[in-house]
């Protein structure tokens, strides 16, 4: 019996970590979480993971002159990690392309809409003001455009009348946390291609 060669994962977040949570709970064969890495301290995210004793690199991002100095701080720190995937679950910061070519086409996000609409912050709140009927979420590879990297995967969510930031968002975060360990264990097993800006996903 061969053993199941698996990617080491980075997860990078900044909040209470509930898509952390829903990748940790997914148990995925081809993906070991290396290490959880997060730029601010006190946060829900890293409970969990030392819960789970996944290794936790705190590098406070107010700590630095610039974003490529913190995100270099970060790279030398999760080096001995062999990282091969790294995925961004609420991470709030932008990346530089200095961290996007170290990790090129293997960075890849959550957004909560149906990309290329309501990109930036406050998706969810932006969905309702517009009036859409339909809103989701998205997963996509992380290039130097906020938001517009290849998607990968998406899911729609029907907005009801009555829906409000909160309960949509709950929504929202559901679908989340299925499709995004559903991308990693598409990623680690080598089944997603990349094609100019599509991504061809085999099963
Ligand atoms: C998610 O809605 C994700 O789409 C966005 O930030 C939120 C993170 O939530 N990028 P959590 O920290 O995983 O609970």
């Given at each position: 019996m061969s053993a199941i060669s698996k990617t080491n994962v980075a997860v990078f977040v900044s909040g209470s970590g509930t898509n952390l949570q829903a990748i940790i709970d997914s148990?995925?064969?081809?993906?070991?979480?290396?290490v959880v890495v997060c730029n601010?301290?006190?946060?829900?995210a890293i409970e969990r993971a030392k819960k789970h004793r996944i290794p936790v690199e705190i590098v406070n991002s107010?700590?630095?002159?610039?974003r490529e100095k913190f995100e270099r701080h970060i790279v030398a720190k999760i080096?001995?990690?062999?990282?091969g995937l790294v995925v961004?679950?609420?991470?709030m910061r932008i990346l530089t392309p200095y961290f996007i070519n170290r990790f090129r086409n293997r960075i890849i996000n959550i957004h909560p809409?149906?990309?290329?609409?309501?990109?930036?912050?406050?998706s969810v709140r932006q969905a309702l003001d517009y009036g859409v009927k339909q809103t989701g979420c998205t997963v996509h590879f992380v290039g130097e455009e906020v938001d517009a990297g290849p998607i990968i995967l998406q899911v729609a969510v029907a907005v009801a009348e009555e829906d409000t930031e909160n309960t949509l968002l709950e929504k929202v975060h559901a679908q989340e946390h299925s499709i995004l360990p559903e991308a990693i264990r598409l990623f680690c097993e080598g089944k997603l291609t990349l094609r100019g800006k599509k991504v061809l996903v085999s099963s």
């Amino acid at each position: 019996m061969s053993a199941i060669s698996k990617t080491n994962v980075a997860v990078f977040v900044s909040g209470s970590g509930t898509n952390l949570q829903a990748i940790i709970d997914s148990g995925i064969e081809s993906a070991n979480i290396a290490v959880v890495v997060c730029n601010t301290p006190g946060a829900m995210a890293i409970e969990r993971a030392k819960k789970h004793r996944i290794p936790v690199e705190i590098v406070n991002s107010k700590d630095f002159k610039s974003r490529e100095k913190f995100e270099r701080h970060i790279v030398a720190k999760i080096d001995k990690y062999d990282i091969g995937l790294v995925v961004l679950a609420g991470f709030m910061r932008i990346l530089t392309p200095y961290f996007i070519n170290r990790f090129r086409n293997r960075i890849i996000n959550i957004h909560p809409s149906l990309l290329p609409s309501f990109p930036g912050i406050n998706s969810v709140r932006q969905a309702l003001d517009y009036g859409v009927k339909q809103t989701g979420c998205t997963v996509h590879f992380v290039g130097e455009e906020v938001d517009a990297g290849p998607i990968i995967l998406q899911v729609a969510v029907a907005v009801a009348e009555e829906d409000t930031e909160n309960t949509l968002l709950e929504k929202v975060h559901a679908q989340e946390h299925s499709i995004l360990p559903e991308a990693i264990r598409l990623f680690c097993e080598g089944k997603l291609t990349l094609r100019g800006k599509k991504v061809l996903v085999s099963s």
